[in-house]
Structure formats: C-alpha cells, structure tokens
Nanobody
Framework: QVQLVESGGGLVQAGGSLRLSCAAS????????MGWFRRAPGKEREFVAT????????YYADSVKGRFTISRDNAKNTVYLQIHTLKPDDTAVYYC?????????????????WGQGTQVTVSS
C-alpha cells in the first residue's frame, strides 16, 4: 500500500509564497508520475500540476502557469509544489496523487493513490 503525506500548507498573505511537499512510501517512486490537485470550498477538485516519473515532463493548469512549479526528488521519494504570488483564489486543500504509470497526466482517473491533503489559505 502506497502512502502519500503532504505538508507545507498554511495561512499566508496574498502575494506570498509556499512550498508544499509530498512524501511517498514505496521503492519504485520514479516509475510513477505524480500530480497535485486542489479543492476549493464549494468547488470541485481541480488539476493543478503534474510531473512525469523522471521529472522531464511537467504540465500545469492555465490558472497557475507562471506561478506554480512542480518538481520531484526521486532519491527522497518526494514531490514538491512551489507556489509564488499567492492569490485568495488559491485557497484550497491541496492533494498530491500518484499516477498509474510514469506519464504525466492531468486526468483524475489516471491516479490511484491520494494523500490526505494540506490546507492553503490566502488572506487578502
């Protein structure tokens, strides 16, 4: 069973930055793409960013391009989401997820393991 544990969320003022981390259990971390999703209050879960198993491919939602950066350290079994220029609309619970294979994907159906989430709250 794969476990994903997110950390790094918190309360931050608009314009600030955060780095979210997601630590994964297991010995084949580099074989799987990873993704970040978020769910804002009263809204559906939405795709944020994804990275391939090797880290060579990344994709972002249009709403976060230029402000969010996804990266991974396969030696540490950890994926990161660096967030800059936070906006109140970024307020959400952020989830990391592991894909079913190494190809980066934005589709929820391709992810089979999910973390518990970390809350990010941006004050105006």
């Amino acid at each position: 069973q794969v476990q994903l544990v997110e950390s790094g969320g918190g309360l931050v003022q608009a314009g600030g930055s955060l780095r979210l981390s997601c630590a994964a259990s297991g010995r084949t971390f580099s074989s799987y793409a990873m993704g970040w999703f978020r769910r804002a209050p009263g809204k559906e879960r939405e795709f944020v960013a994804t990275i391939s198993g090797s880290g060579g491919s990344t994709y972002y939602a249009d709403s976060v391009k230029g402000r969010f950066t996804i990266s991974r350290d396969n030696a540490k079994n950890t994926v990161y989401l660096q967030i800059h220029t936070l906006k109140p609309d970024d307020t959400a619970v952020y989830y990391c997820a592991r894909s079913q294979d190494y190809i980066a994907t934005m589709f929820v159906r391709n992810y089979d393991y999910w973390g518990q989430g970390t809350q990010v709250t941006v004050s105006s």
